[in-house]
């Protein structure tokens, strides 16, 4: 029996022994394959970078073809009407679009990612006259008036249309403009008409005097205006008034107190006798309560 036992214990260490070799042969095959090609060179690790790069890439490429089939597009669509002095311009994804006014007072850049669709878009100057609203107070009318308007590719105008990030305007102001805003171009703002509520609404307006022109950016397209705000007045100090000299002063009354008048309001005897009488019955309930306790 002790020879049946070795001989169980020997076989069970074999097995032990020979899988750990299998183990380990698989797992230098497998390390091997991982780091080593078929040629036993260590193979290149993808780049993320290049990787971005190239679907960056891929996909201005995919948007400049959407452009140039919208643009394409709308050279083949129906003719839209342009006002006199007006000017019009298609825009789509994928591509820097810019207008420019042929008097050259105003320019609108979209961006590449600003559009919703394809579009034309179609610029019309307007004149003091033509505005939807006078100017608010304090604030007057300068030379650049315009309207921006959107159109479909089939020229029904899109007046909801919102654009996916800011469209900026660029309007260039003249020394009549600075007359407006009594010489300084900081006082020179663009204003949006805003015909849900029927008012001008203020854009945050940045100036640039180097080539005399104010800057906005917008979301929706309407009518647009620059205008000027002039200088309020300067307020007028109160003046203080001086006394001369051997001018006589005036002293305030001062007011006496007077001591308390008597009351009006006399005791009857009628009040003195129920006193009296209230006095009594108090000390004879006093004197009851006094037998009674010292009995009980």
């Known amino acids: 029996m002790p020879g049946i036992k070795e001989a169980k214990?020997?076989?069970?260490?074999?097995?032990?022994?020979?899988?750990?070799?299998?183990?380990?042969?698989?797992?230098?095959?497998v390390w091997a394959s991982t780091s080593q090609g078929v040629s036993g060179q260590t193979i290149p690790t993808p780049d993320p970078t290049q990787a971005?790069?190239?679907?960056?890439a891929q996909a201005v490429a995919q948007a400049a073809a959407v452009s140039a089939e919208a643009t394409a597009a709308a050279s083949d669509a129906i003719s839209v009407p342009v006002p006199p002095e007006g000017a019009i311009t298609a825009f789509a994804p994928g591509s820097i679009t810019t207008l420019s006014a042929p008097d050259g007072k105003v320019t609108v850049t979209i961006p590449s990612l600003a559009?919703?669709?394809?579009?034309?878009?179609?610029?019309?100057?307007?004149?003091?006259?033509?505005?939807?609203?006078?100017?608010?107070?304090?604030?007057?009318?300068?030379?650049?008036?315009?309207d921006l308007s959107v159109v479909d590719l089939a020229g029904?105008?899109?007046?909801?249309?919102?654009?996916?990030?800011?469209?900026?305007?660029?309007?260039?102001?003249?020394?009549?403009?600075?007359e407006a805003a009594e010489g300084n171009p900081?006082?020179?703002g663009l204003y949006k008409y805003d015909q849900s509520f029927g008012t001008w609404t203020a854009l945050t307006t940045s100036f640039n005097s180097s080539n005399n022109t104010v800057q906005a950016a917008v979301s929706r397209l309407s009518f647009f205006a620059l205008m000027g705000q002039a200088q309020p007045p300067t307020p007028t100090p109160t003046p203080t008034a001086t006394l001369l000299p051997g001018a006589a002063t005036s002293v305030p009354p001062t007011a006496t107190l007077l001591p308390p008048t008597p009351g009006d309001v006399a005791p009857g005897s009628g009040?003195?006798?129920?006193?009296?009488?209230?006095a009594f019955i108090?000390?004879?309930?006093?004197?009851?309560?006094?037998?009674q306790s010292k009995q009980s």
């Not at 108090?282 to 006094?290: R, V």
Request: aromatic share 14%.
């Open 52 to 56: 971005a790069n190239d679907a960056a």
């Open 156 to 178: 029904v105008p899109a007046p909801h249309t919102n654009f996916l990030s800011p469209v900026t305007l660029s309007a260039t102001y003249t020394d009549a403009d600075l």
């Open 186 to 188: 900081s006082r020179l």
């Open 271 to 278: 009040f003195l006798m129920g006193l009296l009488i209230a």
């Open 115 to 146: 559009p919703p669709g394809s579009f034309f878009l179609l610029y019309k100057p307007e004149a003091v006259a033509d505005a939807p609203a006078a100017p608010p107070a304090g604030l007057a009318f300068g030379t650049v008036l315009f």
């Open 9 to 29: 214990g020997f076989f069970y260490s074999l097995l032990i022994i020979g899988t750990l070799v299998i183990i380990a042969s698989l797992y230098s095959t």
């Open 282 to 291: 108090l000390i004879a309930a006093g004197s009851y309560y006094l037998r």
